[in-house]
């Protein structure tokens, strides 16, 4: 027993020894790698790792690399894996995903069947953040308020720290992750394509690609000029983005087309009526889409096919003031005296007073070298005395007065004689009375199934007519009978002839249009818009003229001081 001491203590000693011994010394006794990182330099650049493999294990490995976190936040750690080993040695620069100045645990990996083993941490402190990467954003277009996806990288932790523009515009984040960020396009007038620019910890990225924000682009036009009522064409496109169209002419004073229809790239529109310092002039077309608007690169006209407006009178007692020419110049009948407008040197002169009783809505009208005063009312009263006007010297003679008491009626002359149907008329409003003033006899003729009003009859080579409601009746004085010539959808209106020849009507309302009667056809064809104000600020727009050879002098003299706007007299010469 005693001589088996010794080797009874050599055997303890080698079990010590072994027991004591790290697990280098003996490789093959552990399946896993033995790892440990040399160095972690922290530069310009990101943080440089070198690590060593002290012993592969019996394990087949399948990868070592670095993983990372920041030590202040439990995130979850990024890893590299490493491309190759280099004498047991890997090095390894990390470069995404780092803040500046913030202190990153620092270890090395091995994934080993399916387990990964690490060595223990170094800390390294980050100087500068890693640039943020963009490699994509979807849609590359969109309206308001619509939505973007932006991929890429290094798009930080904290998404209070992450700053996104659509050109100079900050736009809404709504959704972070550090490889992808959800922003919102942002609402109002801003449209247009923009670089989208990302800053993460205040280092940015600006892509070379563009976002487009819808907003409308006006291009080109189908006409650059037209008449109230036509349609034109707007091109451009982005019109059916957003709300519905909202085009203006002239954004000062409001006048709006009606949007007939909408395609991305045309808009078709009807032209406005509008007021008289609208007609005529060139103003920009404006379209506006919610809150994005367009300015056209040209300029459009809402033609009148009036010439300028002329000189007014200074001031009218009666707004409706009959009017013959004579001489080329226009005599006006208002209400107790006669003025007149002469165009060749467009003004207006006071011509006389009338020695009679003042009244309204008399009839006044010229026969050969003379004019004519028949009726008209003042103070409910209703007047049929008669008086011949001598143009030329400005003096009147009283004639013996009608058989009745008229006022507001339509009267034309014909072979010397005036003739006079509706208004207000004591003997009958509906029958048609020839005067002559040669001889003041006075004849009682047909009847007309309407009752019409100042303004409503004129003629032309040698025939007369009547406007009675819709229809237009021509009169044969031989037969004395009505026939239908025509229709007119105009409403109420009032009749002039150019040269004896060309007659026109200019409708009351809703918005005056002055139409040209075409003979051939028989009928009634739009040639201008009156420019002054319509209807629609004025109900009882009414109109005074004159026609000359060539031109057609057309008035309406409103004496309500608060729409004095719609004053006006305006010249149309056919073209």
Same mark, same amino acid.
């Given at each position: ?169 900050? /736009? +809404? !984040?709504?959704?972070?992750?550090? &490889?992808?960020? $959800? ?6 007038? *801003?449209?247009?394509? #923009? ?64 949007? /007939? +229809? !909408?395609?991305?790239?045309?808009? &078709?529109?009807? $032209? ?6 609208? *007609?005529?002039?060139? #103003? ?87 004019? #004519? ?203």
């Amino acid at each position: 027993m005693t001589k088996n001491l010794p080797t009874l203590a050599l055997y303890l000693l080698f079990i010590c020894l072994c027991s004591c011994a790290k697990e280098k010394d003996f490789p093959s006794q552990n399946p896993y790698p033995l790892l440990q990182v040399i160095s972690a330099t922290a530069d310009s650049t990101g943080i440089k790792v070198s690590a060593e493999v002290i012993s592969t294990g019996t394990g087949a490995i399948k990868e070592y690399g670095i993983a990372y976190h920041p030590v202040s936040r439990a995130e979850k750690e990024l890893k590299i894996p490493a491309s190759a080993l280099a004498n047991n040695k890997f090095d390894i620069a990390i470069t995404n995903q780092l803040i500046g100045q913030t202190s990153y645990e620092v270890r090395a990996y091995a994934l080993v069947d399916d387990k990964t083993v690490y060595s223990d941490y170094v800390i390294a402190k980050s100087v500068l953040s890693s640039k943020p990467i963009i490699t994509a954003f979807t849609p590359t277009a969109g309206a308001s308020y619509s939505e973007v996806t932006i991929t890429g990288n290094n798009f930080g932790e904290d998404r209070y720290k992450v700053e996104v523009y659509i050109g100079t515009r900050s /736009v +809404s !984040v709504i959704s972070h992750e550090v &490889t992808k960020l $959800v922003v919102r396009v942002p609402e109002g007038s *801003y449209f247009g394509s #923009y670089p989208i620019r990302v800053v993460v910890n205040e280092i940015e990225v600006i892509t070379s690609q563009k976002f487009e924000i819808f907003g409308p682009y006006i291009t080109g036009i189908s006409k650059t000029e037209a008449e109230p009522g036509d349609t034109l064409t707007l091109f451009g496109r982005n019109f059916d983005k957003g709300n519905w169209p909202r085009v203006l002419h002239n954004d000062l004073y409001n006048v709006v087309f009606t949007v /007939v +229809s !909408v395609t991305d790239f045309k808009l &078709t529109l009807q $032209v406005p009526f509008t007021i008289g310092y609208q *007609y005529d002039k060139p #103003y920009p077309i404006s379209l506006t889409l919610g809150d994005k608007k367009a300015t056209s690169p040209f300029n459009f006209t809402i033609r009148s096919n009036f010439d300028n407006v002329v000189l007014l009178p200074e001031k009218s007692i009666d707004s409706y003031m009959p009017a013959f020419e004579a001489d080329g110049k226009g005599y006006f009948f208002d209400f107790n005296h006669v003025k007149s407008f002469d165009p060749g040197t467009n003004s207006w002169r006071e011509e006389s007073k009338f020695p009679g009783v003042a009244r309204y809505n008399a009839i006044w009208q010229r026969v050969g070298d003379k004019g #004519y005063l028949i009726g008209g009312y003042e103070n409910w009263r209703i007047y049929g005395d008669a008086w011949e006007y001598d143009f030329r010297n400005g003096s009147w003679k009283k004639l013996p007065s009608l058989p009745f008491a008229v006022q507001n009626a339509a009267s034309f002359v014909l072979d010397g004689k005036i003739y006079i149907t509706g208004g207000e008329n004591s003997r009958g409003s509906f029958t048609l009375w020839s005067y002559d003033p040669a001889t003041q006899q006075v004849r009682e003729l047909n009847r007309l199934q309407n009752r019409i009003s100042y303004g409503s009859a004129f003629t032309r080579a040698g025939k007369a007519y009547v406007v009675s409601g819709k229809q237009i009746l021509v009169y044969n004085p031989a037969l004395d009978t009505w026939q239908l010539d025509s229709e007119f959808e105009g409403g109420k209106s009032y009749a002039f002839t150019i040269g004896n020849k060309e007659s026109y009507l200019i409708s009351g309302s809703p918005n005056p249009i002055l139409y040209h009667y075409k003979s051939s056809t028989r009928t009634w064809q739009k040639a201008g818009t009156w420019p002054g104000c319509s209807q629609t600020y004025y109900t009882n727009l009414e109109f005074s003229g004159f026609a000359t050879e060539k031109s057609l002098y057309l008035g309406s003299f409103t004496t309500i001081s608060q729409v004095g706007k719609c004053q006006g007299m305006y010249i149309y010469t056919p073209k």
